[in-house]
């Protein structure tokens, strides 16, 4: 008890001997606590002292800026059995998270013309995480006439990260496609990336003109090493195996090339 009052008395002495600025000041801040009204000179409750605030370029987060890339994923010098030639995978897109343009062009060149070219002009929408689907058409070019196709599809990252492209087509005359391809990236070091890469195409009928047999036409499994100088250069070599089968086989038996068609390939792939 008379610890307590010990004390008491010494901090009303020191009270009391406190300048009256500093009371007052004290009186000040116990109104601020209590919701009393603020100090002329008190900040702002933002802090921004009446300063005008705005969007910042490029820091919004909306989701409404349009950006684009072109990629150039192959674009190879091929050594095969039969020939030798150039061979191209590209796409494009410009647009923002919600809705793109992509563009994408895949084809192989030798004997001083294109082979075989597959242009695409397509919707891409996301409707998943790491999934877009994919709306257009499709044009092919090269040997025997050209098709057009409407082209319905999906592209993303399946788990362990593999990427995934698949599309169903569907053409003049009830034809009809479906193409599957996936790649994955193993990193060796940070520069340093093998590239698996498989292809797979199947056709509703048989389309004599261009040699293209039904069901199961072809398939392609490469291996691909580049080393990336950057991440938008890195030249690479590898090698792919390509095999026809059913009467795709026996068309290209009868143009007198071999139905299982191994190459080594040496190219760039960029991007920008």
Request: glycine content about 10%; charged content about 25%.
């Amino acid at each position: 008890m008379r610890t307590t009052t010990f004390l008491l008395a010494g901090f009303c002495a020191a009270l009391a001997a406190t300048p009256a600025f500093a009371q007052d000041a004290m009186q000040d801040m116990d109104m601020s606590m209590q919701g009393g009204a603020a100090p002329a000179d008190a900040r702002s409750p933002d802090y921004s002292d009446g300063a005008d605030h705005g969007d910042m370029t490029g820091m919004d987060m909306l989701d409404h800026a349009s950006l684009g890339m072109v990629l150039i994923d192959r674009l190879e010098y091929f050594d095969a059995r039969d020939a030798n030639g150039a061979a191209l995978d590209a796409q494009a897109w410009y647009g923002n998270d919600t809705n793109k343009l992509r563009l994408k062009g895949e084809g192989e060149r030798s004997d001083g013309r294109w082979q075989e070219l597959r242009t695409e002009a397509l919707w891409d929408r996301p409707i998943a995480t790491y999934w877009d689907s994919q709306l257009g058409v499709r044009h092919d070019f090269g040997i025997g006439p050209d098709r057009t196709w409407a082209a319905f599809g999906v592209q993303g990252l399946a788990p362990y990260w593999f990427e995934v492209d698949a599309t169903i087509y569907f053409g003049q005359s009830g034809r009809t496609a479906l193409r599957f391809e996936s790649e994955y990236e193993l990193l060796l070091t940070q520069r340093l990336i093998l590239q698996p890469r498989v292809e797979v195409n199947f056709y509703g009928r048989n389309d004599p003109q261009r040699h293209i047999g039904s069901g199961l036409s072809d398939a392609a499994l490469g291996l691909r090493l580049r080393y990336e100088f950057s991440r938008q250069f890195a030249p690479y070599v590898g090698v792919e195996a390509e095999r026809r089968f059913g009467s795709s086989a026996d068309y290209a038996r009868a143009d007198g090339h071999a139905a299982f068609d191994p190459r080594i390939v040496a190219g760039l792939r960029f991007w920008f």
